[in-house]
């Protein structure tokens, strides 16, 4: 049986690349912490301001690297990727070339729901981030480990920080100066690993934890608590049975995450996955071990939506077999990740209860599954720009806000570093919002509600999810990121065309109109009610896109298919757009009204002594932030926004 030999690694760094400093003579305006995948968008986010950007971190081979599933996007995930890419991100690049399978999830379903999924292959996907990241224009990048935050507590006019950052300490005792720092550090603030009864120091397997940051960031008064997650074994895929099991396929045409592509780079090489399931003999072995798992036995928060096996068996007990996806790391890699076994049991049991699982009868582990815990901090002590409220220039992205995923880390590291890049060239900050895409939702519901148990975003989190789609996050995002300056030429360019493509053939589409009986001279079969409808209304008909309407619409034969795909999305969800809009009229009205961050709540008539406590704990910017905090009741509001406007036309008088 495979032993896990615990060792400590020295990192070994090839001068690969021109950008890596071994010493701190140059003032940095950004030091971003973490090369995790928050850590990565952080900093070349920054960079993209224009502000000089340090990234450190203790091994530069590990930049960029899968710490657990191989895949990238998923249902509401894919949207963020997308996201990600509207704003000049990497992910969605990265994961285009690395992409060894590509499917888009809820395809039956409406566009709303859809989830753009690759399996990306580990060598390629950090290959191509660090191939990017080592060359990126304004960005160092420095080894080692930060072991506290350099702060300056002197008295800050018109702030409710306590204290400014003025740089940042590493174990070795060097300080690097900079004036803003992003904390991107993952499970390693404070990692501890569990498998079965053992449990040790680390925020991954043979790699040390920050220990230092979590004692600086309690020091300052933040609240900090701890949450768990976990990661399934890795099996050796010369020792599975793959002939009876189902295959899965990659989509023929693959979808990109990136705008900036119409193909991705292994569209004819993709592998297949396969799907097992457990079974009751499976569970068996878990429920007579449960007890041996650390993991298991203490109170932690785990992730509700990708819980343990030990987690779904205890939890859904008359359920016999929960499916286990078989997904290959990469092309030249033997090791199959198995999708939904991850568990903290102790190493002699894993192997035998995986010999449970049909195609694994004789599966032989390259590495055990294991259990994580580390510290993360309340999301609550942070602003939309993802800036702490306690210290002026401290940013924190990833899973220290109580976040799980690849996904979700990287946008709040997009949002993050960008601001931080932006706040230390005194330009306007980039607040994303609920309606303008699911990285607002996100970040609204984490410094609004805080974050109990790991959070996963999901379409359902979103009240406006028929506007904010996988498909049109470009007219989302690409002009705020413009305006903010972070959107190269080419970017930009590319956004133009495409929405003056959509714009135009969507006006063509609505200036054709024809009755019932004109339809049917096509082959459409509408109700003969004599209302005449144009091309652009018959796509909200079941079966009718541009593809079907080119004969009755020959300038659509023209159009690049790639637009037509966003202008049928756009006809089918038409009418629910417009209800939608009015929605979005109200929400915006509500995060207009702003809130003084430093209100004397207790000096507001009315509030309960509970409400009083919850808006001293989320300080919220806007009456909508303040209307979706938990408790908050309808009288509140009022009592709220009453004492709001006193108080500003008291001020401005």
Known sequence: MFRLQLTRITP????LYSTINSSSDNIYDVCVIGGGHAGCEAAAGAARTGARTVLVTPKLTNVGELSCNPSIGGVGKGTLVREV??????????????????????RSKGAAVWGPRAQIDRKLYKKHMQDILFNYPGLTIHPGSVFDLVLDHADLPNSTHGAKITGVKLDSGEIIPCSQVVICTGTFLSGEIHIGLRRFPAGRINEAPSIGLSASLNAAGFSLARLQTGTPARLDGSTINFDNLPRQKGDTTPSPFSYMNSTVVNADNQVDCFQTSTNP?????????????????????????????????????????????????????????PNGISCSLPEEVQEPMMRTIPG???????RPAYGVEYDHVDPRELGPTLETKRIKGLFLAGQINGTTGYEEAASQGIVAGVNAGLAALKRAPLVINRADGFTGVMIDDLIVKGAEEPYRMFTSRSEYRMTIRSDNADLRLTEKGRNAGIISDARWSKLETVRRDIEATTAHLKSISLSPQGWATHGFDVQRDGVPRSAFEMLRYPGITTSSLKAAVPLLAD??????????????????????????????????????????YASVPGLSSEVRERLYAVKPTTIGAAKRMEGMTPTSVVYLLRHAKKTFHARAA
């Open 12 to 15: 070994r760094i090839s001068r």
């Open 85 to 106: 890419d509207a704003l000049d991100g990497l992910m969605g690049r990265v994961s285009d070339k690395a992409g060894i399978q590509f499917h888009i999830l809820n």
């Open 281 to 337: 003999a499976t569970h068996k072995i878990v429920r007579d071990n449960v007890h041996l798992s650390v993991h298991i036995q203490e109170t932690k928060k785990g992730p509700r939506y990708c819980p343990s096996l030990e987690s779904k068996i205890l939890r859904f007990e008359a359920k016999e077999h929960h499916n286990v996806w078989l997904e290959p790391e990469g092309y030249d890699s033997n090791v199959i990740y």
């Open 360 to 366: 694994l009868e004789n599966v032989k582990m390259v």
């Open 559 to 600: 159009i690049d298919p790639q637009v037509l795909l966003r202008i049928d999305i756009d006809g089918q969800y038409s009418a629910h757009l417009f209800r939608q809009e009015a929605d979005l009229r109200v929400f915006m009205e509500d995060e207009s009204l702003m809130l003084d961050p430093q209100m004397d």
